[in-house]
Each structure stands twice: as structure tokens, then as C-alpha cells.
Antibody
Framework: QLQLQESGPGLVKPSETLSLTCTVS??????????WGWIRQPPGKGLEWIGS???????YYNPSLKSRVTISVDTSKNQFSLKLSSVTAADTAVYYC??????????????????WGQGTLVTVSS | SYELTQPPSVSVSPGQTARITCSGD??????AYWYQQKPGQAPVLVIY???ERPSGIPERFSGSSSGTTVTLTISGVQAEDEADYYC?????????????FGTGTKVTVL
């Protein structure tokens, strides 16, 4: 059974860089048809896709965050990571990692997230 | 930017049927996906590709699509179904895809 686990600091100072790692167990991060994604949820609010990465290193980012986001992958450790720079209080959220399934046929692709990690709360505060 | 609109809340009595809608301009061209999120827990996929049910998801969960609106139906609602529900789809109109979640609907079992 595939499992994902987020790890990283729970408190980050304003203007600094948020760094999180997601460790995948029960399956290989190098599997075809799967990207690996980050999604966040501010307290009491909805979900926002941050970005996704393929095991080859190919990435897609949410345009609203693209200038501050870097997602990387380490296949030897079965991990992928998120860096979000110049954080403010608005970046306070529960950050989830998830397997991002891409299913392409007939010239189009369908994308969804399953399963998800348990999430980790990151608070931006001095 | 692309938006998926859901009603903020739906209330239903046990054993009745709950219907949650999600509206978006691109839904006629893109599949929708539904996630259940219970308090303090991560989202769980309950419907994919508009109407497919992942293994392990009870049969009382079903999905449908009509034009710019997709609907998640929970038949014979149980107390354990009380949760937030989010739809998700994609906006492929730009250079790169954008994956978007709906505004979320809180289902209350009376």
C-alpha cells in the first residue's frame, strides 16, 4: 500500500524559505504514469495545488506561485521536495504531498491526486 | 483564473440523499474528481473521471455530469459521511495545465 509522509520545519520566519520533503513508501517514485504533487490548505480554507514533478525532473507549477516555488525529486531516496521562497503569513497552511496520476488517451490527459500524505502544518511567523 | 463553484453547505438527514454540485466552464471538456475530507484528516478520493468509484469507496457514493455542472450524490447518507467535499478539475487553456479545486461543501448529517 502506497504511503506518503511529509516532513520539515513547522515554523518559518517571514521572508525565509519554506522547505518540505515527502517520503514515498510502498512503491517506487519512478513509476510511469505518476507525477508527485504538493497541495496546501490554509486554516479553515480550501485546497490549492502548488505544483507537481515527474521522476525525470519535469515540473508543472501553479502560475500564481511559480516565481517562488521549486520542486525537486531524489529517486535514490524515493523522495520529492518543495521549496517556497519569500514566505509571508499568507503561506501559513497545511501542506500535503500526493501521488498525481496522469492518464493520457485520445490526445487528452486526465489528472487526479490519490493517495495523499497526512499533511504538515507550516506556520509563518517571527 | 479558472474557478469551480460549490455550495458552501448541504444538510441531510440520515438515510436520505445528499447532492453536491460543482460548476465550471471547462467541465464539459475536462473530467471532475471528488475528494472527502474529514476534520483533521487528509482528503480522500471518492470519485474519479466524473463517475468512477475507486476500490474501497462505498457504493452509496456516485457521480454524474451534465454540461458545466458535475454532481456528487451520496445515497442513504450515514453519520460517517459528515465531511467537507471538494471537486477538482483542470484548466488546459494556458501554456501549462492548472489543477483547480472547488470552493468546498460542508455536508452536515442532521
Amino acid at each position: 500500500q502506497l504511503q506518503l509522509q511529509e516532513s520539515g520545519p513547522g515554523l518559518v520566519k517571514p521572508s525565509e524559505t519554506l522547505s518540505l520533503t515527502c517520503t514515498v513508501s510502498g512503491g517506487s517514485i519512478s513509476s510511469s504514469s505518476y507525477y508527485w504533487g504538493w497541495i496546501r490548505q490554509p486554516p479553515g480554507k480550501g485546497l490549492e495545488w502548488i505544483g507537481s514533478i515527474y521522476y525525470s525532473g519535469s515540473t508543472y507549477y501553479n502560475p500564481s506561485l511559480k516565481s517562488r516555488v521549486t520542486i525537486s525529486v531524489d529517486t535514490s531516496k524515493n523522495q520529492f521536495s518543495l521549496k517556497l521562497s519569500s514566505v509571508t503569513a499568507a503561506d501559513t497552511a497545511v501542506y500535503y504531498c500526493a501521488r498525481h496520476r496522469e492518464d493520457c488517451s485520445g490526445g487528452s490527459c486526465d489528472n487526479w491526486f490519490d493517495p495523499w500524505g497526512q499533511g504538515t502544518l507550516v506556520t509563518v511567523s517571527s | 483564473s479558472y474557478e469551480l463553484t460549490q455550495p458552501p453547505s448541504v444538510s441531510v438527514s440520515p438515510g436520505q440523499t445528499a447532492r453536491i454540485t460543482c460548476s465550471g466552464d471547462a467541465l464539459p471538456k475536462q473530467y471532475a474528481y471528488w475528494y472527502q475530507q474529514k476534520p483533521g484528516q487528509a482528503p480522500v478520493l471518492v470519485i474519479y473521471k466524473d463517475s468512477e468509484r475507486p476500490s474501497g469507496i462505498p457504493e452509496r457514493f456516485s457521480g454524474s455530469s451534465s454540461g458545466t455542472t458535475v454532481t456528487l450524490t451520496i445515497s442513504g447518507v450515514q453519520a460517517e459521511d459528515e465531511a467537507d467535499y471538494y471537486c477538482q478539475s483542470a484548466d488546459s487553456s494556458g501554456t501549462y495545465p492548472l489543477y483547480v479545486f472547488g470552493t468546498g461543501t460542508k455536508v452536515t448529517v442532521l
